[in-house]
């Protein structure tokens, strides 16, 4: 049984990734908040994304690395604090390249994997979200490069680009989505993590997924 370890567990995509996994492989998780899964393949590790050494230390080996956190503030530049920039950048890309260096050696080991969950908005500008926006691009360039650098070990790397989901992730936002068909359901990004964890070669993959249509109203 191949052995993963997921970050922001507790809520949203990751929690309803590690429910349709539990039974296939062991799920290291990693959250702040406890998120409630109580299975024999599963072990929570409480802990903030960016704290990596006590999450090195916590998990043994690993065959797959999903980096799923994320956190996003919006508006104008002068309008964000310089605490919330720091705090978009460090969980949305830092945390992912240094993550993602702590296990290379198991992963280049294993001939495993990466899967990232980026955003649509790691294509697309958009206005009042640059900040976050700039994390997205970053992890992107991030994702690629390193399948060029990690490729000839076999090691795959998947970067997933959902439009907006159906997520707390609104409840930092001045937007939610206008209504349901304009946001995804967490299970359906989930079906996608599936298939990649299925596929054994090493290749570099994007997934873009977007909901049936646009449309935001203010919160």
Same mark, same amino acid.
């Given at each position: 049984m191949?052995?993963? *370890?997921?970050?922001?567990?507790? @809520?949203g995509?990751?929690?309803?990734l590690?429910?349709?996994? &539990?039974?296939?492989?062991i799920?290291?998780?990693?959250? #702040? @908040?406890? /998120? ?17 050494e006590?999450? #090195?230390?916590?998990?043994?080996? &690993?065959d ?8 996003g503030y ?9 605490? =919330? ?5 460090e969980?949305n890309?830092? +945390? ?6 702590? %296990?290379?050696?198991? &992963? ?10 980026g ?12 900040? $976050? ?6 992890? @992107? ?5 390193? %399948?060029?650098d990690?490729?000839?070990y ?9 439009g907006?989901?159906?997520? +707390?992730?609104f =409840? ?9 068909? *304009? ?8 079906? $996608?993590?599936?298939? #990649?964890? =299925?596929k ?8 873009n997924?977007? /909901?049936?249509?646009?449309? &935001?109203?203010?919160?």
């Amino acid at each position: 049984m191949k052995t993963m *370890c997921v970050t922001g567990v507790s @809520r949203g995509i990751g929690h309803a990734l590690v429910m349709d996994i &539990i039974d296939d492989y062991i799920v290291y998780g990693i959250s #702040r @908040r406890d /998120p409630d899964i109580y299975h024999k393949n599963f072990h929570w590790i409480e802990s903030d994304v960016n704290d990596i050494e006590k999450i #090195r230390k916590s998990i043994p080996e &690993i065959d797959i690395f999903i980096g799923n956190a994320g956190v996003g503030y919006f508006g104008k530049l002068d309008n964000i604090s310089s605490l =919330q920039i720091k705090e978009i950048i460090e969980t949305n890309l830092v +945390s992912n390249i240094l993550l993602s260096q702590a %296990f290379l050696l198991d &992963i280049r080991k294993n001939s495993g994997q990466y899967i990232f969950i980026g955003s649509q908005s790691g294509e697309v500008p958009a206005s009042l979200g640059a900040v $976050y926006v700039a994390s997205k691009f970053g992890l @992107r360039g991030f994702a690629e490069s390193l %399948f060029l650098d990690e490729k000839k070990y076999g090691v795959g790397v998947t970067l997933i680009q959902p439009g907006m989901v159906h997520t +707390s992730f609104f =409840q930092n936002t001045f937007f939610q989505p206008a209504d349901k068909n *304009c946001a995804l359901d967490p299970k359906e990004v989930v079906e $996608y993590i599936q298939k #990649r964890l =299925q596929k054994k070669e090493g290749v570099y993959v994007v997934h873009n997924i977007l /909901p049936q249509k646009f449309g &935001i109203i203010k919160n």
